[in-house]
C-alpha cells in the first residue's frame, strides 16, 4: 500500500492516466491525495473531475481557486471567462453529481503520517488544530444550506491578514485566500495576492510564505499545489509543492509519501 500526492492537475486528464501508470497504482491498495484545482484551463476537466470522484474513499482532495471557481459559475454566481474549460462540466447529465460531490471536499486534508494538504499553503500564524477549526468554517459555509452566498463574498484581497477579531463574509474571504490562492506574504504574515512570478523576481519585501520567519507551523509536513513556478522546488525542510505546471506545458508530479519520491510525467502544452 502507498499513498501518493498528486499536484495541479486542471482538467489534464491523459497526463494523469499516465502518471498512474507511471507510479502503478493499484485503486485496490493506494490512496490518491489531491492538491486543488482539479479543472480548468486543461482541456478534460469533465473526465479529471469523473475519474477523481470514482475513486470515493481511496482519494482526498482539496479545493483549489479553480474548483472554487467552477462552484461559483455552476451555482450561477459568476460568469464563466474566456479562458475557461469546464463547459463540458456545465452540460453534463450528472452536472450536479459533481457539483454536489466537488462541494464536499474539504480546503484542508491531515492524517496520523503528519503530513497536511492544501492547494496553497499554511498561514504562517495558524498551527494545525487553528488552521483545521478555520477550514472547517469555510467547509460548513460551502456545504450549507446558501453557498451561493458564501462564493458571492468571498472575491476580494481584503482583508489581507488573519485575525482571529474577523467576523462573517470578510472571515471567510481571509481563511480561504490563505488556504487557496496565497503565494507571497509579507514579513508580518499579511498577504500579497497580486504578485504571482517566480520568487527570484519578487519584490525585496515579499517572501514565500514558507519563508517567513515567525512561521509556527515548521514542524508539520505541508503538501501544496497553486505554484507553478516555484517548479516543485521550495528549498525549506517538510515543504513540498507539487504544482509542477502540467497546464502550462511542463510535468505532473506525484510525491509517494512513504518515502517523499517524485514521481513526473512530461506535458505537452495545448
Known amino acids: 500500500m502507498a499513498t501518493y500526492a498528486i ?4 482538467g489534464c486528464f491523459d497526463q ?14 493506494d490512496y490518491l491525495w489531491f492538491t486543488g484545482d482539479l479543472v480548468n484551463r486543461g482541456p478534460n476537466s469533465l473526465e479529471v473531475l469523473r475519474f477523481v470522484k470514482s475513486l470515493a474513499k481511496r482519494q482526498h482532495t482539496v479545493l483549489g481557486n479553480h474548483d472554487l471557481h467552477l462552484l461559483s459559475v455552476a451555482l450561477g454566481v459568476t460568469q464563466a471567462q474566456p479562458n475557461d474549460t469546464f463547459d463540458e462540466i456545465l452540460m453534463a447529465a450528472d452536472r450536479h453529481e459533481l457539483i454536489d460531490w466537488l462541494r ?10 503528519n503530513y497536511v494538504m492544501t492547494h496553497a499553503g499554511l498561514a504562517p500564524s495558524w498551527g494545525l488544530p487553528q488552521a483545521k477549526v478555520l ?10 444550506d446558501a453557498p451561493e452566498f458564501f462564493l458571492a463574498n468571498i472575491y476580494g484581497n481584503q482583508p489581507d491578514c488573519w485575525d482571529e477579531r474577523l467576523q462573517g463574509v470578510e472571515r471567510l474571504r481571509c481563511i480561504t485566500n490563505y488556504l487557496t490562492r496565497m503565494r507571497f506574504c509579507y514579513a508580518d504574515g499579511r498577504l500579497n495576492l497580486t504578485h504571482k512570478g517566480e ?3 519578487s519584490p525585496r519585501e515579499l517572501l514565500p510564505w514558507f519563508q517567513v520567519k515567525t512561521r509556527v507551523n515548521t514542524h508539520l509536513k505541508i503538501i501544496f499545489g497553486h505554484w507553478a513556478a516555484l517548479g516543485g522546488q521550495a528549498d525549506v525542510p517538510n515543504v513540498y509543492p507539487l504544482d509542477t505546471g502540467c497546464v502550462w506545458g ?8 512513504e518515502d517523499e519520491k ?7 502544452r495545448g
Open 199 to 201: 520568487v527570484s523576481h
Open 135 to 144: 477550514a472547517q468554517e469555510v467547509e460548513q459555509a460551502l456545504r450549507g
Open 7 to 10: 499536484g495541479d492537475v486542471q
Open 262 to 268: 517524485h514521481f513526473s510525467v512530461s506535458c505537452k
Open 16 to 29: 494523469l492516466m499516465q502518471l498512474l501508470a507511471k507510479i502503478q497504482f493499484n485503486i485496490k491498495e
Open 104 to 113: 464536499t471536499c474539504p480546503l484542508l486534508h491531515h492524517d496520523e503520517s
Open 250 to 257: 511542463h510535468c505532473l508530479t506525484a510525491m509517494r509519501l
